[in-house]
């Protein structure tokens, strides 16, 4: 008899237990605020000589990298830009500019359009529904001051505007080796030269912490 008075409790446990569960599968699903996060790969740098005689005439950053917003509620994400932070701490920022074909970021190395990459479309601010990814396809503003100090072991950071917070939010932090002589500011030959640079957590996830592709020991084509 001792057992009658406690099933009805045991079962109102399992019941209130049941609903938890059915809200908090209800709001992951429904409700979860947006949230961004991302990855980048690497990086190319571009430098550009229209008289094909080694003079610089012009210069790009093409990131390889993606966000995905894994909230319920869409985000609208109305900028982005990437902060440098080099040796000596200084910071420099760098934005999306105009967009690219996908083969100049993830087939740079056959990539030889120059026409393409400085006649796209403006950027221009976008969503994120529910789990969608969107993959960066802009090349990145790159000034000379920029590219100069751009040199040894740089920290990259990723960071977005969006119309849920005023303020900037970082969603993706890692390191840029450029080596010590990059070969950015090294004399240009030929019309068209693609640099790539890989981040360290993409060296350390493809080689098991063994980097086989480094700036110092990778040439220019």
């Given at each position: 008899?001792?057992?009658?008075?406690?099933?009805?409790?045991?079962?109102?446990?399992?019941?209130?237990?049941?609903?938890?569960?059915?809200?908090?599968?209800?709001?992951?699903?429904?409700?979860?605020p947006a949230q961004v996060i991302g990855d980048l790969s690497y990086l190319v740098v571009w430098r550009f000589s229209s008289n094909n005689d080694g003079v610089v005439t012009d210069t790009a950053i093409t990131p390889a990298f993606w966000l995905r917003n894994t909230g319920a509620r869409p985000i609208i994400i109305k900028d982005i830009r990437l902060i440098f932070s080099s040796e000596d701490k200084s910071q420099y920022?760098?934005?999306?500019?105009?967009?690219?074909?996908?083969?100049?970021?993830?087939?740079?190395?056959?990539?030889?359009?120059?026409?393409?990459?400085?006649?796209g479309s403006p950027f221009n601010s976008f969503s994120l529904t529910k789990y969608e990814l969107w993959t960066s396809s802009y090349k990145f503003s790159a000034s000379s001051e920029l590219l100069h100090k751009l040199i040894g072991q740089v920290k990259i950071i990723v960071q977005i505007s969006t119309s849920d917070e005023p303020e900037w939010k970082t969603v993706i932090e890692d390191y840029l080796d450029f080596g010590k002589a990059p070969y950015h500011l090294q004399k240009m030959i030929g019309g068209q030269q693609a640099i790539p640079v890989y981040t360290k957590r993409w060296k350390l996830r493809m080689y098991d912490g063994r980097p086989i592709l480094t700036i110092d020991n990778w040439s220019p084509r």
């Amino acid at each position: 008899m001792k057992w009658s008075g406690a099933i009805p409790i045991l079962a109102l446990i399992i019941s209130a237990l049941a609903l938890g569960v059915s809200l908090l599968v209800g709001w992951f699903t429904a409700i979860k605020p947006a949230q961004v996060i991302g990855d980048l790969s690497y990086l190319v740098v571009w430098r550009f000589s229209s008289n094909n005689d080694g003079v610089v005439t012009d210069t790009a950053i093409t990131p390889a990298f993606w966000l995905r917003n894994t909230g319920a509620r869409p985000i609208i994400i109305k900028d982005i830009r990437l902060i440098f932070s080099s040796e000596d701490k200084s910071q420099y920022h760098a934005y999306p500019v105009t967009s690219v074909p996908l083969t100049a970021i993830y087939n740079f190395s056959e990539f030889n359009e120059y026409g393409r990459i400085s006649t796209g479309s403006p950027f221009n601010s976008f969503s994120l529904t529910k789990y969608e990814l969107w993959t960066s396809s802009y090349k990145f503003s790159a000034s000379s001051e920029l590219l100069h100090k751009l040199i040894g072991q740089v920290k990259i950071i990723v960071q977005i505007s969006t119309s849920d917070e005023p303020e900037w939010k970082t969603v993706i932090e890692d390191y840029l080796d450029f080596g010590k002589a990059p070969y950015h500011l090294q004399k240009m030959i030929g019309g068209q030269q693609a640099i790539p640079v890989y981040t360290k957590r993409w060296k350390l996830r493809m080689y098991d912490g063994r980097p086989i592709l480094t700036i110092d020991n990778w040439s220019p084509r």
